[in-house]
């Protein structure tokens, strides 16, 4: 797999929790990343993204101030700090590029948040 997530896990409201996205050299240097998110009944959504060099991130209005993304290019690797947590952020977190290429897609980790 060129893209693996991992770190999710079952957590009450107000709790933390933080994923990673282990990815390939060749994908992950030459790309902006983004995690993005999907509950169950709802459409796949975005909800952070980050710029190849780092410097420049955005998050979805329901997310800002409680999340923060991060990447390190050295390991390949990007993170998504989740503050706060709330039920309403239960949903499988997948890391892809963005924009997100459909053959990228792996399993995801599941958050979970209880109230």
């Known amino acids: 797999a060129q893209l693996v997530e991992s770190g999710g896990g079952l957590v009450q409201s107000g709790g933390s929790l933080r994923l990673s996205c282990a990815a390939s050299?060749?994908?992950?240097?030459?790309?902006?990343m983004a995690w993005y998110r999907q509950a169950p009944g709802k459409q796949r959504e975005l909800v952070a993204g980050?710029?190849?060099?780092?410097?420049?991130?955005n998050y979805a209005d329901s997310v800002k101030g409680r999340f923060t993304i991060s990447r390190d290019n050295a390991k390949n690797t990007m993170f998504l700090q989740m503050n706060s947590l709330k039920p309403e952020d239960t949903a499988v977190y997948y890391c892809?590029?963005?924009?997100?290429?459909?053959?990228?897609w792996g399993q995801g980790t599941q958050v979970t948040v209880s109230s």
């Open positions: 050299r060749s994908i992950f240097n030459l790309n902006a």
């Open positions: 892809n590029t963005l924009p997100f290429r459909t053959s990228l």
């Open positions: 980050i710029t190849v060099g780092g410097r420049s991130t």
